[in-house]
């Protein structure tokens, strides 16, 4: 893979990432995409708390999504993303 297509994959992650997880209203989807973009010893920090694993990540996206069921993540730009570090705008 060259660093073009390893930029590019890099940026579908972190756009599947925003309306695949923290975007899905129904926990079984969500569930198959964390399995199929995370490890199982996956870490999300968040301001209010550190989640470990698959199912920690699916609860806080799950309740994250809760408090506003029919707003639709929508990115405002290019996917930035660094050495260890990665967003969406």
Not at 17 to 37: C, P, S, T, W, Y
Not at 61 to 86: D, E, I, N, S
Request: proline share 4%; aromatic share 8%.
């Amino acid at each position: 893979m060259n660093t073009s297509e390893l930029m590019d994959a890099t940026g579908q992650l972190l756009l599947r990432n925003l309306q695949d997880v923290f975007g899905e209203v129904f926990a079984d989807r969500r569930r198959a995409a964390i399995k199929e973009i995370f490890t199982e010893d996956c870490v999300a920090c968040l301001p209010f708390g550190r989640y470990v694993g698959h199912e920690a990540l699916n609860e806080v996206a799950g309740m994250l999504r809760a408090g506003h069921p029919t707003y639709v993540y929508t990115p405002h730009g290019p996917a930035l993303y660094g050495m260890r570090l990665g967003t969406c705008r």
